[in-house]
């Protein structure tokens, strides 16, 4: 897919790049967090605290990752999902929802 040279595509272009960034590291998280699970209830509880750890770790990562491209990713719609430990004001939230609803109503979703 080619995009155009001016300066909003290119914007535009970066701030899809940061949504799917996030997206991408929110579902690895969930996947690790599901075999962290996964091994706990097989109690095997020395490789899920391994893997357990590892979760934190990326959920440190996402929150610094939301923390930084705020402004983007509720442009966008992206709210802090419940493992992130993440405050979101009345003005964030109201952004948020309006786009996915304008996305919604678009796609007559």
Same mark, same amino acid.
């Given at each position: 897919?080619?995009?155009?040279?001016?300066?909003?595509?290119?914007? %535009?272009?970066? %701030?899809?790049?940061?949504?799917?960034?996030?997206?991408?590291?929110?579902?690895?998280?969930?996947?690790?967090?599901?075999?962290?699970?996964?091994?706990?209830?097989?109690?095997?509880?020395? %490789?899920?605290?391994?893997?357990? %750890?590892?979760?934190?770790?990326?959920?440190?990562? +996402?929150?610094?990752?939301?923390?930084?491209?705020?402004?983007?990713? #509720?442009?966008?719609?992206?709210? !802090?999902? !419940?493992?992130?430990?993440?405050? +979101? #004001?009345?003005?964030?939230?109201?952004?948020? #929802?309006?786009?996915?609803?304008?996305?919604?109503?678009?796609?007559?979703?």
């Amino acid at each position: 897919m080619k995009f155009k040279k001016d300066s909003k595509s290119v914007e %535009e272009n970066t %701030e899809l790049r940061i949504l799917a960034e996030y997206n991408r590291r929110l579902k690895q998280m969930k996947i690790t967090q599901k075999k962290a699970n996964k091994l706990h209830d097989m109690e095997m509880d020395k %490789e899920a605290k391994k893997i357990q %750890e590892l979760v934190q770790l990326l959920l440190e990562e +996402i929150e610094a990752y939301y923390r930084k491209y705020r402004k983007v990713l #509720t442009k966008y719609g992206a709210l !802090p999902e !419940p493992p992130l430990d993440i405050d +979101i #004001t009345k003005e964030e939230r109201d952004v948020a #929802t309006a786009w996915k609803n304008a996305h919604r109503k678009k796609h007559g979703i």
